[in-house]
């Protein structure tokens, strides 16, 4: 927190008590306060924007701590709805985990940097206007007339989550053909969070999910000549009968059958009713032979040190090695053979 305290001072020089202990509030406790219920929310952000030029601030968005940033109204852009703002808004309130013991804590952090000299307060001015805020029961406060005239303050507290994948946003919003279904694919490496951004996604827009891992190859299709084949660990050939034909010929529902790569059969048939976003998530989506199929395609990206420490998490020793000798290579093979990076529309790599 220290690390943020000291990069707004530099920002916003002017900034008062009441500024700092705002910034430390909103890093623990989020924007939820202002939230009533989310038509509410949406009308109060109408009204704000109505006299800001979208586009035109200095900055998008700051990172406040914890996890959070203020997302600036004016530095937005005018091509990302106010509906998906607010949702923003709502589900980052609602994830909010906080802790008066933790926001304590970040108080006295001011103190320390008062005391040794880091913050142009003096020590007993603060220590006194903490000891008044504490007894008020720590509540919301507004920022100071000064950094309200200088700064001209107009944002929403927001999760990160949201903020480094505004460029997404903004490209799904501003599509042209709103009467039809936008089809998104997101490849890239292993352990890079294709199925999280999935689900972040569809927590933003009504979506229609389809999981490339359900397309693996059976083991009667394991040939060598197949598994030497760049892009060749994917059943492309069902791929294309079951997802791709359907979705290129506007069909409001496709069936599929999942392949459970565990028992090496087929388990359910998937039925997926096409809603405002198709999102085809996993390595091996941005296949050539698949490319005719979407609106906007994503890779993310991540360091190979952070990739195995995922691996290792979420699936343990073994299937890390499997992973490190098997599949990634296979998975590289296929990126450099047909410049899966480079033919994608947005490119995010994990900022860790």
Known sequence: ??????????????????????????????????????????ERL?????????????????????????????????????????RFFVNSARRVNASEKVFEGKLELLVEMCREGSLPFECRELEDWLDVYREKGYPLIRHSDTYRRLYHPSYRVISEDYLQYLDLFE???????????LILAVDGRCGSGKSWLARLLSGIYPSSVIHMDHFFLRPVQRTEERLKEAGGNIDYERFMEEVVKP??????????RRYDCVSGEFSEQIRVRMKDLVIIEGTYSCHPRFCGCYDVKVFLDISPEEQKERILKRNGAYMLSRFVNEW?????????????????????????
């Open 247 to 256: 979705l290129k010929s506007g069909e409001n529902v496709l069936d599929y």
């Open 1 to 42: 927190m220290r690390e943020y305290i000291l990069e707004h001072l530099k920002r916003y020089p002017m900034m008062e008590i009441a500024d700092m202990v705002k910034l430390l509030y909103q890093s623990e406790f989020g924007g939820g306060h202002m939230i009533k219920n989310p038509a509410a929310s949406l």
């Open 46 to 86: 109408e009204r704000e924007c109505q006299g800001l030029e979208l586009g035109q601030g200095p900055m998008r968005w700051e990172k406040i701590g914890n996890h959070m940033g203020r997302l600036f109204l004016q530095g937005m852009s005018e091509h990302i709805s106010l509906e998906t703002v607010n």
């Open 328 to 352: 990634i290579p296979k998975e590289e093979t296929y990126f450099d053979t047909f410049g899966i990076r480079k033919t994608c529309d947005l490119i995010f790599k994990e900022d860790v």
């Open 171 to 181: 490209s799904i919003d501003s599509r042209p053909e709103k009467n039809r279904p």
